[in-house]
């Protein structure tokens, strides 16, 4: 009995060895890892974006409208075109169109008519950046006698206008009272222009003594010497 408890006894020993020896190797440390090792800690998520676009106004296809000068609803103002002023005088209106349009019409703000008044030779027209003229209306004396609204003024022949730069252009001629025949315009005035120069003016005059809209002009010739004595510029859309 005493040999047999002896060899049960070292059998145990030996097998509690064999255990410890085998727990020891399982937390033995790795090279370049820590024995006491935690769970991995993850990336922190990144933080979400801003949110999306904020509110940008009115836009011409609100009031299915192309594009326009300025929202008209801040066409507050009226420009009085007086004959010694404008008559034969070409003024020009620079809008800058972002996408591919069919041009049909011009739209205006008419504030003001002189039943009085005697128009002959008058147009809108639509110039390029280089200076060519791109497309026009017929006289549009009548329409400037009636109707004191916005209204369009079909060019005479519709053209697919690319996105870019471009002047529209109005020629005035004939006799009329200068506080009665008045146009929709901005309130800027000829702060309109601050930091441009020809050819590049939002608001300018070019030209005198005009019984039609020219196929080209010069627009390094842009002026503002007229249009400083208190004009706003003219609103203007497009359909």
Known sequence: ???????????????????????????????GRSATAGPTASAPAPAPQGGGAGFDGPRPQDQNLLAWTGDPNDAGHVT????AGVAGRITLVRIVLREQIT???IWLGLAGLDPNAQLANCY??????????????????????TDAIAKPLPLAKPFPAAPGTYFI???????????????????????????????NLRYSSILTGQSSLPATVNLGEQSTATINTGWASQWYAIS
């Not at 009085?80 to 004959?83: D, G, N, R």
């Open 103 to 105: 041009w049909s019409n």
């Open 124 to 145: 809108l027209g639509v110039y390029d950046a280089k200076g060519t003229l791109v497309a026009s209306t017929a006289d549009i004396s009548p329409q400037l006698m």
């Open 1 to 31: 009995m005493r040999t047999r408890t002896t060899t049960v006894s070292t059998g145990l020993v030996t097998a509690l060895a064999v255990v410890l020896a085998l727990a020891g190797c399982s937390n033995a440390p790795d090279k």
């Open 169 to 199: 252009a109005l020629l005035l001629n004939g006799n009329w009272a200068t506080n009665a025949l008045t146009l929709k315009s901005t309130g800027a005035g000829i702060s309109v222009n601050a930091g441009l120069t020809p050819p």
């Open 80 to 83: 009085a075109q007086s004959t």
